[in-house]
């Protein structure tokens, strides 16, 4: 069991706005540290999406955001394509068991 | 960004002992805390340890706690994973990973190996 909470599977047709939430706990977003997200492929290795609650790395489109309210975090797809299908991993930091923590991962299916 | 490369990965059995290693491709490798994260197959990540830029401070799993050891050589670029008393449920990708911090183990991670698959036989 992830100390990070996310939803098994979210799916949208192209074009539709598509939300995953990442839920954590006063160790983690509760005691202040911020979320990141990860987009990983079939067979291939997690890419860093969103830093830092809502920084887009270089080349990231600006269909994707983030945002956090409390002890939940959220990664939004504006228009979503195709090519978003994929696994989505929310991660932070956790005060208590003073390491790094991902969630489960959410599995995009774009319909 | 710096590319990762990692090696080591293969089948053992239970009980046994594997040493990963992964490369970096430049010198920026030294500035940085330098983790291993796993995945099960068809499984979420899950971090199994880090090391700060200067191996001041160490970090590890609990399940692996005693049983692995980071290490990292900042003149080979080198980061390594010792594994002993290997366990079925340690079978996995295993993922060497840079940090955007030097000298914590908080941050995001901004480069991603391709991973070295470990696979252990009862």
């Known amino acids: 069991q992830s100390v990070l909470t996310q939803p098994p599977s979210v799916s949208g047709a192209p074009g539709q706005r598509v939300t995953i939430s990442c839920t954590g706990g006063?160790?983690?977003?509760?005691?202040?540290?911020?979320v990141h997200w990860y987009q990983q492929h079939p067979g291939t290795a997690p890419k860093l999406l969103i830093f830092e609650t809502d920084k887009r790395p270089s080349g990231v489109p600006d269909r994707f955001s983030g945002s956090r309210s409390g002890t939940s975090a959220s990664l939004a797809i504006t228009g979503v394509q195709a090519e978003d299908e994929a696994d989505y991993f929310c991660?932070?930091?956790?005060?208590?068991?003073?390491?790094?923590?991902f969630g489960g991962g959410t599995k995009l299916t774009v319909l | 960004e710096v590319q990762l490369v990692e090696a080591g990965g293969t089948l053992i059995h239970r009980g046994g002992a594997l040493r990963l290693s992964c490369v970096g491709s430049d010198s920026a490798f030294g500035n940085f805390g330098m983790h291993w994260v796993r995945q099960r197959p068809g499984k979420g990540l899950e971090w199994v340890s880090g090391?700060?830029?200067?191996?001041?401070?160490?970090g590890y799993l609990a399940s692996v706690r005693g049983r692995f050891s980071i290490s990292r050589d900042n003149a080979r670029n080198s980061l390594y994973l010792q594994m002993n008393d290997l366990r079925s449920e340690d079978s996995a990708l295993y993922f060497c990973v840079k940090s955007v911090a030097a000298g914590a183990l908080v941050g995001h991670f901004d480069s991603w190996g391709q991973g070295t698959l470990v696979t252990v036989s009862s």
């Open positions: 006063y160790s983690t977003f509760g005691a202040g540290f911020d």
């Open positions: 090391i700060t830029w200067n191996s001041d401070e160490t």
């Open positions: 991660q932070s930091y956790d005060h208590t068991l003073r390491s790094p923590v």
